[in-house]
C-alpha cells in the first residue's frame, strides 16, 4: 500500500525522499541529481526535485524532533548570513559545548527582536534544557535580547550565566560552515519562504551527520532506512 504522503506521486515515496536527502545532504544541484537519476534510468525534471524538496524538507525536520536526543546546558549561539533573492537575511543557530544543534532561526532582520525570538524558540525545543550558560559574540542586540528574556523568565533562569565571548563561539562558527557550504549549491533562495523550507531540511541533515538521533551511526543505509520509515516505507 502506497503511504499517504506520496499519493498521486508520478515516483515512488523512497524514490522521492532520495533525492530529497541527497539534495539536503550533499553539494549537488537539482540538475545534479537530474543526471544522476538519469544515470540510473529514471527521467526526472530537475523542478520536480526543487517541489519534492519544498514539500518534504518541513516534514522531515517536524518527524525528527521527537527522535532527537538531548542537548546539554552549555549553549553558544551566533548568526550568519544568507542571501535571499539577492538580499542578506540572517540565520541564528545555536549549538551546545559538544557541538550539537539546538535549534535554528532565519529572519528578515538582525536586532533585539528577531534575537527574542529565536532566544524564546530556542528554549521551547523539544531537545533543549534549561540553559546554565549562554556564550554570544560581542552582539548588543543579543545581549539585550537574552538579558530581557532572563527577567521574563526569572524563575527557571535565575542562574543563567551569560558570557560574551568570540573564541568560546568557535564551535558554532565551524558548523555553520556545513550550512553554508549546502547553501552556496543550491544557486540562491527565490523568496524566504521556500529558503525557510530548504533549511529546515539542510539542518536536519546537519544534525544527521552529527549523530543527534538515538541509536543512529553514520551508515548511511540505516539513514536511509530511518528517514523512510518515518514516511511508513518499510524496506
Not at 503511504?3 to 544541484?29: A, N, P
Not at 529514471?42 to 525536520?61: F, Q
Amino acid at each position: 500500500m502506497k503511504s499517504k504522503y506520496f499519493k498521486h506521486k508520478q515516483f515512488e515515496g523512497d524514490f522521492i525522499l532520495l533525492c530529497v536527502r541527497w539534495y539536503l545532504k550533499y553539494t549537488l544541484s537539482s540538475r545534479d541529481l537530474k543526471d544522476i537519476m538519469l544515470e540510473r534510468g529514471y527521467k526526472v525534471c530537475h523542478s520536480s526535485i526543487i517541489r519534492w524538496v519544498h514539500e518534504y524538507s518541513p516534514l522531515i525536520a517536524q518527524k525528527i524532533k521527537k527522535h532527537l536526543k538531548m542537548t546539554n546546558d552549555s549553549w553558544r549561539v551566533d548568526e550568519t548570513y544568507i542571501k535571499v533573492k539577492g538580499k542578506w537575511k540572517y540565520l541564528y543557530r545555536a549549538v551546545d559545548s559538544n557541538g550539537e544543534t539546538i535549534d535554528f532561526l532565519l529572519t528578515a532582520k538582525r536586532d533585539k527582536k528577531a534575537a527574542k525570538r529565536f532566544f524564546n524558540k530556542v528554549l521551547k525545543s523539544s531537545s533543549s534544557v534549561i540553559p546554565r550558560t549562554i556564550t554570544i559574540d560581542k552582539s548588543g542586540a543579543n545581549l539585550s535580547a537574552i538579558k530581557e528574556i532572563k527577567r521574563e523568565n526569572l524563575e527557571i533562569l535565575k542562574e543563567l550565566e551569560i558570557r560574551q565571548n568570540k573564541y568560546l563561539n568557535n564551535i558554532v562558527e565551524q558548523d555553520h560552515r556545513f550550512i553554508k557550504k549546502k547553501v552556496k549549491s543550491t544557486l540562491g533562495f527565490k523568496n524566504f519562504n521556500s529558503a525557510k523550507r530548504i533549511i529546515s531540511g539542510i539542518e536536519t541533515m546537519n544534525m544527521l551527520r552529527k549523530q543527534q538521533i538515538g541509536g543512529l551511526n553514520r551508515d548511511a543505509v540505516f539513514e536511509c532506512r530511518f528517514i523512510n520509515n518515518l514516511f511508513g516505507i518499510n524496506a
